[in-house]
Structures are given as C-alpha cells and as structure tokens.
C-alpha cells in the first residue's frame, strides 16, 4: 500500500522560499501521477499542479503560475514542491496526492493522500 509524507512547511517571509517535498513508502512511486493541492482555511482544496508518472508537469493554479514548481525524483521515491516568492495569501496546508499513470486536474481522481503540511506566510 502506498503511503505518502508531506514535510518541509513552516513559517516564511513574504519574497522567501520553500521546498516541500513528498516521501513516498510502501510502494514506489514511478508509477504514480502526483498532485498537490492546497486548503486555506474556510476555502475549498485547491489543486495546484501535478507531474506524471513520466515526468510531464501540468499547472493548473494561476495563482501560483511563474512561483511554483513541480518535480519528482523516482531514485529517492520523492516528489517536490519549490515555492518561490511566496505571498501571505499562500497560507494553508499542502497536500500531495497520488492517481495511477497520468495527472488530472479532478482531486477526486486520487487515490492516496498525505496528511498535509502547514505554510504559513508571514513577516
């Protein structure tokens, strides 16, 4: 069973940045497609990017265009988000999230999910 772990949120200032990443255990994570979305609190999840299991990226928040990247490293089992110039606005939790093969902008799709992580973006 796959299991994945988000890590890597805290506290940064607006115009810093962070890496998230997701620890995948239990199977490997080649063959999964990863998301990851946000929830700010009295808002609905929002799904940020993905990248498939070949390595294609997709973005699908403009909020977070030019900011954001999605990657994945298949040899640590390990997917990441770089957050860049973050904005107050960007405060949430950060989930990953795992679909067989191939992204799709519809969380319902995933299947496995982490437990989230906190950012908060504050001075």
């Known amino acids: 069973q796959l299991q994945l772990v988000e890590s890597g949120g805290g506290l940064v200032q607006p115009g810093g940045s962070l890496r998230l990443t997701c620890t995948a255990s239990g199977r490997a994570l080649s063959p999964w497609a990863i998301g990851w979305f946000r929830q700010a609190p009295g808002k609905e999840r929002e799904v940020l990017s993905c990248?498939?299991?070949?390595?294609?990226?997709?973005n699908y928040a403009d909020s977070v265009k030019d900011r954001f990247t999605i990657s994945r490293d298949n040899g640590k089992n390990e997917a990441y988000l770089q957050m860049t110039s973050p904005k107050p606005e960007d405060t949430a939790v950060y989930y990953c999230?795992?679909?067989?093969?191939?992204?799709?902008?519809?969380?319902?799709?995933?299947?496995?999910w982490g437990q989230g992580t906190q950012v908060t973006v504050s001075s």
């Open positions: 990248v498939s299991s070949a390595g294609t990226t997709l």
């Open positions: 999230a795992a679909v067989p093969l191939f992204c799709n902008n519809d969380d319902g799709r995933f299947e496995i």
